[in-house]
């Protein structure tokens, strides 16, 4: 079975620091990996995805993932965090070879941005 | 854009009581689903639906039930409430093609049995 590992629960850093967020998968087969956001008293939103191509993805906003297929990872790491980004963050999983996407997701990262 | 819209930010009921959570999408997607979350405990998932009058158990199904009579509603019923309940309720959609397809949230619904 699928599971999705953040082993933060919640990681404090100061404006303008970089921050990674750390996420494990285990899966015995081909996967496919998001990052989702919520922001205070609101849904998820997705952040970005890895599906296949080049390891490293990147959002809109600074943030990137990289899939390390070796490790079972997909950090999410930004070199520079704003008040803003201040939110939770969860890590999902699906497997990559199924007609019904289902996700499983993380326990959730809170980044704390403080001034 | 993808819209979820879910029918109540928030709510409050009494134990016993039948609760209906009602959640709509935009997008003509084929899957839905319903998703608890709880401090500590992430995401979990309640029930799913790949098409209409289909459903299927998620992980806590248990005291839930679900109905989906037209491809963009589907509703969470919570049977007879109970104060274990009380939590936030985040419905999701998503299409049913090629793998990959991300989940689209709603704003969800804060839950709570009194």
């Known amino acids: 079975a699928q599971s999705v590992t953040q082993l933060d629960s919640q990681v404090p850093v100061f404006e303008e620091a970089p921050v990674e967020l750390r996420c494990n998968y285990s899966s015995s087969v081909s996967v496919y990996l998001f990052w989702y956001v919520q922001y205070p008293n609101q849904g998820l939103q997705l952040l970005l995805k890895?599906?296949?191509?080049?390891?490293l993805v990147e959002s809109i906003n600074g943030f990137e993932a990289e899939f390390n297929k070796s490790q079972t990872s997909f950090h999410l790491r930004k070199p520079s965090v704003h008040i803003s980004d201040t939110a939770e963050y969860f890590c999902a999983v699906s497997l990559g070879n199924t007609g019904f996407q289902k996700l499983v997701f993380g326990t959730g990262t809170r980044l704390l941005v403080s001034p | 854009d993808v819209k979820v819209t879910q029918s109540s930010r928030y709510l409050v009921k009494r134990t016993g009581e039948k609760v209906f959570l009602e959640c709509v999408q935009d997008?003509?997607?084929?899957?839905m689903f319903w998703y608890r979350q709880d401090p500590g405990l992430g995401l979990r998932l309640i029930y799913f639906?790949?098409?209409?009058?289909?459903?299927e158990k998620g992980d806590i199904p248990e005291g839930y039930s679900v109905s989906r009579e037209k491809k963009e509603r589907f509703s969470l019923i919570l049977e007879s409430a109970s104060t274990n309940q009380t939590s936030m309720y985040l419905c999701?959609?998503?299409?049913?093609?090629?793998?990959?397809?991300?989940?689209?949230f709603g704003d969800g619904t804060r839950l709570s049995i009194l």
């Open positions: 890895y599906l296949s191509g080049s390891t």
């Open positions: 639906s790949y098409d209409v009058k289909m459903k």
């Open positions: 997008m003509d997607h084929e899957n």
């Open positions: 999701a959609s998503s299409l049913a093609s090629v793998g990959g397809q991300p989940q689209h």
